[in-house]
């Protein structure tokens, strides 16, 4: 017969474990940007025109037990576009990922931030707009 106790334990000890992996990695800060020069980003508000050519996605990162990885996941009309692997050396570390955006794929776009578990940590949102929109256009 099936001890209920030691399975309980196992199971917990195993919950535990997951938790605390899961939470060694977490984003400090998320912005997007037009470009990052010297680690730092320039940034762009979440209203971007359709010419910017490229988006940024610059991260900064604490981990309790470097080094470890993180992913940027990019998608566009909630369809996964890309999915980038950045390493993170440092416990306190910043690092980027760029998506070229081609001029006719405006709408909604998202990038999901998620530890090595592939657990999300983080998510931006924007919206890429045709640039004769201009109007519209937040870039703070």
Same mark, same amino acid.
């Given at each position: 017969?099936? &001890?209920?106790?030691?399975?309980?334990?196992? /199971?917990?000890?195993?919950? @535990? /474990?997951?938790?605390?992996?899961?939470?060694?990695?977490? $984003?400090?800060?998320? $912005?997007?940007?037009?470009? $990052? =020069?010297?680690?730092?980003?320039? +940034? %762009?508000?979440?209203?971007?025109?359709?010419?910017?050519?490229?988006? #940024?996605?610059?991260?900064? %990162?604490?981990?309790?037990?470097?080094?470890? #990885? %993180?992913?940027?996941?990019?998608?566009?009309?909630?369809?996964?576009?890309? *999915?980038?692997? @950045?390493?993170?050396? #440092?416990?306190? /570390?910043?690092?980027?990922?760029?998506?070229?955006?081609?001029?006719?794929?405006?709408?909604?776009?998202? $990038?999901?931030?998620?530890?090595? #578990?592939?657990? *999300? @940590?983080?998510? =931006?949102?924007?919206?890429?707009?045709?640039?004769?929109?201009? &109007?519209?256009?937040? +870039?703070?």
């Amino acid at each position: 017969m099936i &001890d209920i106790k030691k399975v309980l334990i196992v /199971f917990l000890s195993f919950f @535990l /474990f997951f938790k605390a992996y899961s939470e060694e990695t977490e $984003v400090i800060s998320l $912005v997007l940007a037009k470009s $990052v =020069k010297n680690r730092i980003p320039d +940034t %762009i508000g979440d209203v971007i025109p359709n010419n910017i050519g490229r988006v #940024y996605l610059w991260t900064q %990162i604490k981990a309790n037990n470097p080094p470890t #990885y %993180i992913y940027h996941v990019w998608y566009y009309k909630n369809k996964e576009v890309a *999915r980038i692997r @950045l390493y993170i050396k #440092y416990p306190v /570390f910043r690092t980027w990922s760029f998506k070229t955006v081609p001029p006719t794929w405006t709408g909604s776009w998202k $990038v999901v931030v998620e530890d090595v #578990y592939g657990n *999300r @940590l983080a998510e =931006k949102s924007f919206k890429v707009v045709n640039a004769e929109e201009g &109007d519209e256009l937040r +870039t703070d």
